[in-house]
């Protein structure tokens, strides 16, 4: 797999694969104007990456997401929880910053609902 | 006086003026040399030639006072008569002729011990002519003979003793004599000079000094100094040279009074004496220093007249060149009308007559595409018009469907407040509001998306919710969400046909809903994904609505109801993410839940149009530095 790499903007995240790590970090703040097509090729992304024997490692580190850019994120966990049910080898890591409560909030709507691990780290 | 030393006419004028420094010093240098080593021998030559001048002019004083002797001798030889009538008569006779001069004339006699005298000079009686040193040398040489000079004690002048032997056939008869003043001599020596730092010198044939300028150097009453007498360094070297006949008889020493002299000498052939001029280095080198002095003029001259020229040449070159940079430079900061006027047919012209081409190529382009982005303006204003004209439309039939709330809650509610601040002209946030018979059902509504989409899910959702509550109780809000969350599905298509995992559109909203029950004086809450804050004297509380969305969600619960008794100054606030979310420049984060439940506590004993008061200030001070990131809407009602 190749690298990927979005600049972040302001009002999208800074998105990051590695691919010798097979890690992919989303930072920043999330209001595209239409995140469906922002996120879509990170879809993609995740298909592949999650087939691959190393382990997969989804970091997340945003501070803010909006209606919209969650259910994309949904839409990622979701791809992550059935890869997860189908035997692979992988983990999320949320990073938070304590004064944040809608990140931690997010997060933690998130782990409830979701059967994969899902680390939750105040930074 | 600033010199810029990177600029072309400083660094040719420095190259030029090195060049021409080292030719003229070059060239001076090897003149002076020439120059120096011509004047320097002709110097020589000159004076060389006065001193043998003045060496013929002295020996030519000797050799008359020879040839006089000589003469008389031969008179007298040649008359046979030695007698001492004769000879007295002949000596008288001289003296008569050569008074001025002669201090005597006087013969000494070999037969006997006697004297005559032409002035009658009577020797004393132990006198005897016969033992004096001049009566001696004269016996013992064929020719005339000079004594040494003595100083005569009455005059304290020089005299000088001219004698030649008398011979009558083989045998000696006597000596003539002559005394004469050597006064004349002195004078020549003292009087002519070579220059005015110039003096001359006389030196006998054993090298003692006869004229000095210096008197302590003449010969006195003890008799003539030599070497042996004089300690003088610079003499004694003379004496040498003169004894080893060396250096082309012109010599340095230094002088009596410490200073370097040039000495020329030349002999008197007559006696063997030796005639000097002395000549002081410094007026022997004046003529140098001249030369020198010429040379450093001319060299400045030249220096100066060069400078000029090759100031006026590089002036000729670097004025075109500056006058072209100005016009680049010019062109540079947009000036694109100006054009070289340096068209001359050297290489700066031709740069010129380029610089003119491409300039207008450039002003061609520039136009050219001025006009392009004017055209291109022009029609994107339009189409943004267009789209703004449209917006603008959008935004009223919004505004059409967001109630008076005023009609629905006038009679519900001690008071109330709403704001609805949609980030753009339109947005995805709307509320809603209904009454039926008892039944009053409040919704706010934040659609996903913001903009024209948001706006479009808000005018689904506020159509849904309008056809849902023709057929379901205002009373079960949480039954509404459920059927609301099933129409927006079906309106939707929940799947996408090419992947069953993906949801077709990944659109949705959270929406809370809040019911006025007046006939068992209730309140009814369900949230998808939105609370409540409940304010009494004491406390505010968050009653946590599903945290199920509308539209595709992970959490898949039923929607609840929860119920309160509907106190009264109970105050309710209702509202979606926007407000609680938006951040500011010095706060990243936005107040949360925590925080605006922190504020609501604070801001609860106040009437509620001026708790929108503030809370409007919050919003309009966060948004003065930082952008609206979604849509804000928020209900506060005092029951």
Known sequence: MEEFYIEPTKSSPEVEFKPEENELIIKGESY????FAFYQPIFDLIETAVSKPDEFKFIVEVNYL?????????NILDILEKAYKNGNNLVVIWYYDEDNEHSYELASDFKEYLELPFDIVAK | MNIDFKSIKVKYVFIGLIIVLISLIIIASFSYVVSHDIVSRLSDRWINEAVTRNSNTIDNWFVNNRDMIDTIVYDIELSGDFSYNNLQNIINNKMKIYKKDALDFYIGFESERKLISGVGWEAPDDYDARKRSWYIRAKNNKGVIFTEPYVDAMTGEMIITVAKSIYDNNRLVGVLAKDIYLTDVVNIVNEIKVNEQSYGMLLDNKGRIIVHPNDEFLPDQEGIKGVSEINWSGYQKVVKAIKNAENNNKIEITSYEG??????????????????????????EKPMSN?????????????????????????????????????????????????SSILTEDEIGKLGKSFNEMADTIQDYSNDLENKVEEKTKKLRLKNKTIMESIEYASKIQNSIIPDLNECLDLQVKDYFSIWKPRDKVGGDIYWCKTIGNYTLIAIIDCTGHGVPGAFMSMMVNSILNSVTKVIKLNNPAKILQEVDIRLKESLGEYSINNKNMPKINDGADIGLISIDNERNKLIFSGAKIDIFISDKND???????????????????????EFDRKADTQVYISTDGFLDQNSKSTKYGIGKKGFIKLLNDIKDQGMKEQMIIIEKIINEKLKSTEQRDDITLIGMKL
């Open chain 2, 259 to 284: 200073n370097k002299e040039l000495i020329y000498y030349n002999e008197i052939a007559t006696t063997g004496w030796h005639y000097a001029t002395a000549v002081s280095q410094a007026s022997y």
């Open chain 1, 32 to 35: 595209p104007e239409n995140s």
């Open chain 1, 66 to 74: 909006n209606t919209s850019s969650t259910k994309s994120f949904m």
């Open chain 2, 291 to 339: 030369l020198v002095n010429g040379f450093g003029w001319a060299l400045l001259f030249s220096i100066i007249i060069a400078l000029l020229i090759m100031y006026k040449l590089i002036q000729s070159i670097v004025k075109p060149i500056e006058s072209l940079n100005n016009t680049v430079e010019s062109f540079s900061t947009n000036n694109m009308d100006v054009r």
């Open chain 2, 540 to 562: 505010v509380n968050i009653i946590r609505g599903s945290k199920r969305s509308i539209g595709y969600s992970l959490c898949k619960e039923d929607f609840k109801n929860i």
